[in-house]
Every structure is written in structure tokens, then in C-alpha cells.
T-cell receptor, first 112, second 112 residues
Framework: AQSVTQLDSQVPVFEEAPVELRCNYS??????LFWYVQYPNQGLQLLLK??????LVKGINGFEAEFNKSQTSFHLRKPSVHISDTAEYFC??????????FGAGTTVTVRA | DAGVTQSPTHLIKTRGQQVTLRCSPK?????VSWYQQALGQGPQFIFQ???????QRGNFPDRFSGHQFPNYSSELNVNALLLGDSALYLC???????????FGDGTRLSIL
């Protein structure tokens, strides 16, 4: 079984500053990894995914993440945030079973 | 191309009642998964349907049941509602295990 730990429950950040959201996973087999964003009163929107290949993954809205197998991490980064990036961010993992296991989420609040 | 659609958007029920939530998957997707997201938490996997069969199930009681129709749409039924069933219920659809799941905006269920 897989599990996900998001190390930061809340991340306040100033506009145009960089942000990093940390995600660690545990699994005894190879996995697929995802980051989703959830805006208030909405469902989840995919930011990026890691399936195989290059460990640096680029997603939408300027986000990127790096897969580190030795540290079992998949941290999300953005070099310069906007007010509109204020949202809840979820890291998720799955094996070959379509079942997603989510972390508890990180609330990002961007201040002017 | 319509994404995943869920109905209704909001629902209020009382303890002991029964509820049915509906989901239409994204065009071309044949697998539907249901998740429960309690306030302030990450989504929790309820179950998944493929070819009109429940393919796998999370740690939820038998009060939670579902169905998938030949057109791939799906229903989630919850019997004997408890206060703790209050949550956002998310439907996600997918086609292959190495492709991301696409989420609807969810149904907000409130139990009084």
C-alpha cells in the first residue's frame, strides 16, 4: 500500500516570491505521482504528473516538481507566485490500480 | 469536450436518510472512482467501477454502494446517513492506469 505525507500544512508566501511544497511517499513498488490543486468550492485540477523518465516534471501555471527516488520525495516548486495561486495543493500517489492515495494537503496563501 | 460532471452540487439530508449522487465521466473514459473529502482533509478513496463492476474498494462500510451504467456514468449511494458522512464527494474518471484521473467539482453533502 502507498501513503503520502505532505510536510507543510500551511505555507504563507509573498507575491512574486518562490514557493516549495514538500511531499514524501512510501511504497514498496514503483509508483506514479501527481500534484493537484483545489480552488475554493471546486474539484481537483491536475498540475503535473510523474510517470517515468526525466525526474524533473513541468506542469501548468509555471509549476514544476522533482522526483527523487532515493529520498522518496516529489516536491513541488514555483519560482514566482501570484495572488491567484492561493489554493489547496494535494500530492497523490498510485500504483497500477487507479486508486489514488492523497496527502492531507497544503494550504498556500499568497499575500501582496 | 465536457469534463467530469456531477449532480447535484449541494444536498442537505438528515440522519438516517439515504442519498444518491451521480457522475458522468469525461468523454472516452471508462473507469469511475469516488472519493470522500472531509473538511480540511485530503480525498479518501471509496471505490472504483470498471465495466459495470466494482473493481476495488477503500475502507468504507457497506452503507456506501455504487453502480456503473453501460454508458460509463455512475452513481454513489449512501444509506443510513450519519453526521460524519458530511463531506465533499468527488467523482474522477480515467482511461488508463498511467493517465491522470480527471475530477468533477463534487457534491457537497450536509447531514443535519
Amino acid at each position: 500500500a502507498q501513503s503520502v505525507t505532505q510536510l507543510d500544512s500551511q505555507v504563507p508566501v509573498f507575491e512574486e516570491a518562490p514557493v516549495e511544497l514538500r511531499c514524501n511517499y512510501s511504497s514498496s513498488v514503483s509508483v506514479y505521482l501527481f500534484w493537484y490543486v483545489q480552488y475554493p468550492n471546486q474539484g481537483l485540477q491536475l498540475l503535473l504528473k510523474y510517470l517515468s523518465g526525466s525526474t524533473l516534471v513541468k506542469g501548468i501555471n509555471g509549476f514544476e516538481a522533482e522526483f527523487n527516488k532515493s529520498q522518496t520525495s516529489f516536491h513541488l516548486r514555483k519560482p514566482s507566485v501570484h495572488i491567484s495561486d492561493t489554493a489547496e495543493y494535494f500530492c497523490a500517489v498510485t500504483h497500477n490500480d487507479y486508486k489514488l492515495s492523497f496527502g492531507a494537503g497544503t494550504t498556500v496563501t499568497v499575500r501582496a | 469536450d465536457a469534463g467530469v460532471t456531477q449532480s447535484p452540487t449541494h444536498l442537505i439530508k438528515t440522519r438516517g436518510q439515504q442519498v444518491t449522487l451521480r457522475c458522468s465521466p469525461k468523454s472516452g473514459h471508462d473507469t469511475v472512482s469516488w472519493y470522500q473529502q472531509a473538511l480540511g482533509q485530503g480525498p479518501q478513496f471509496i471505490f472504483q467501477y470498471y465495466e459495470e463492476e466494482e473493481r476495488q474498494r477503500g475502507n468504507f462500510p457497506d452503507r456506501f454502494s455504487g453502480h456503473q451504467f453501460p454508458n460509463y456514468s455512475s452513481e454513489l449511494n449512501v444509506n443510513a446517513l450519519l453526521l460524519g458522512d458530511s463531506a465533499l464527494y468527488l467523482c474522477a474518471s480515467s482511461y488508463r492506469v498511467d493517465q491522470p484521473q480527471h475530477f468533477g467539482d463534487g457534491t457537497r453533502l450536509s447531514i443535519l
